[in-house]
Each structure stands twice: as structure tokens, then as C-alpha cells.
């Protein structure tokens, strides 16, 4: 299986409008692929609070129309990225989207865990409450974003659920880049799991981005990384890899802590 993981710069000075149209064409290039992920807030920045409310979308607006297009162009099944998206209640949510090869939605994720503490997303957006599965031909992808990398229950509740493949969108700040691949590393060890974690480079309302998206297999091993600017991270692994892991090394039958959680499987 081949994954693209897209790295885009957002800075300023470059409009949403043409961010999505590059995005676009840039997901579009990806005809080798089996799987395109783009990073967390890439329309806006993750850190700039200022513009979520301005730029918000609905589900199905103009980030969807172009990424469900993209998608289907280029035959790829495309995690988006996530979008500032306002419910038709007017609350705010960190949302991401999956489309099928076909350019259909697969599955939405409202991000569950807010970053900010007591400003920024942790206010200015609603929390989601569901753990989101998609089912792919080769395996099937457990949805996180960003903040959510810091809670291993999220992660063992998509296990749970049948997860394989943990694919996560970010807007990871370069000061905590350390962290980034410590806990890339562990989400994947402790869950057996292939993790494929897409970020952004740049610099979002002053704050520099980590970049540095990476995938690592299910022993921790790191297959591909890239490095802090703009890039295009292409990796080929075998989802195979998971069960053989299990069942050469079955941690995950010892577990006794800890609930199941339900999932919603797309």
C-alpha cells in the first residue's frame, strides 16, 4: 500500500481560496497512491484562533467540494485534513474528512480532544464524542487529530474498534517536535498499529510549525520521515505487517485495564 502524506506550508499572505486550489492540485498529483493525508487546519492555520470563525464552513462547503473532486480525479482514498466546520446549530468543530476514490464522503471525525486549555480552540470550538473507523480495501484507518496524539485511550478505543492503520492530521508546534515523535513511536508500539501522522510546515499566526510527518510501523520502527518545509512524504508499507505483529508478539490479548469503547465503524 502506498501513502502520500502532504506537507503544505501555510503562511500568510497566501488566501484560503488559493490554498485549497494548490491543495488541490497537489492531491491530484497523487495518482500512484493509495492513500492521501493532508495536516490539520491547513485552510487556516492551526494556531490562528482569529480566523476560525470567519473562514468556518459548513460539512459540505467549498474545502469538501474541492477535496471530494481531488479525490475522485486522482482515484485515491484522501483523509483531508480537517476544516474549521460550523454545524448548522452555528457551533464550531476541528473536522476532518475521508473520501472514497469516488470523490464520496467516507467518514467525519469532529475532533475530540481541544488544545488551548483556556483560550484558543479549547474555546473558540466544540468537542467531538464519537471514535471514527474507515473501512479500506487493505485496512482499516482509526481517526485522530493533533491533541489527540497525548491520550493512548483514544487510540486503544479505535484498536478496539477494529483499527489497523492510526492516521492522524496535525498542526504540531516546532517547540514540542520532540514529542511529536516520542509519542508517533508509542501510539504505534503499544497498539500494534501502523501510524501515519501528517503535518504542516510553515508558521500559523507567529508560531512555527513542526513539520516532520512520519510513519512508523508496528514494532516503532520509523519508515519515512520528512524534514521542517513544504514536502510530499511517500511511503510503501504492508498492512499484513499489523496481524503478523499481533500474532508474533500478542501484548494486546494481555491487556487487563481498561474499557472497551464503542466506535462508529464508516
Known sequence: MRASLIQIAVEEGESVDSRRVRMASLVREQTGADLVVLPELWTTGAFAYELFDSEAEPLEGPTYEAMAKAASDAGVWLHAGSIPERSPEGTLYNTSLVFSPSGELAAAYRKIHR???????????????????????ATTLGLATCYDLRFPEL???????????????????????????????????????????????????????????????PWG???????AGEEILTVDF?????????????????????????????
Request: charged share 20%; net charge negative.
Open 221 to 227: 520502527e520509523v519508515l519515512a520521515e520528512a524534514g
Open 115 to 137: 488544545f488551548g486549555f483556556d483560550k484558543g480552540e479549547a474555546v473558540l470550538m466544540g468537542a467531538g464524542a464519537e471514535l471514527v473507523t474507515v473501512a479500506l480495501p
Open 155 to 217: 487510540f486503544r478505543g479505535l484498536v478496539d474498534a477494529g483499527a489497523e492503520t492510526l492516521v492522524l492530521s496535525a498542526g504540531w508546534p516546532e517547540r514540542r517536535r520532540s514529542h511529536w515523535t516520542l509519542l508517533a513511536q508509542a501510539r504505534a508500539v503499544e497498539n500494534q498499529s501502523f501510524v501515519l501522522a501528517c503535518g504542516t510546515a510553515g508558521t500559523h499566526a507567529g508560531v512555527p510549525q513542526a513539520g516532520h510527518s512520519i510513519v512508523v510501523d
Open 238 to 266: 504492508d498492512p499484513a505487517k499489523v496481524s503478523a505483529t499481533r500474532e508474533q508478539f500478542p501484548a494486546l490479548k494481555d491487556r487487563v485495564l481498561g474499557l472497551e469503547r464503542p466506535g462508529r465503524a464508516s
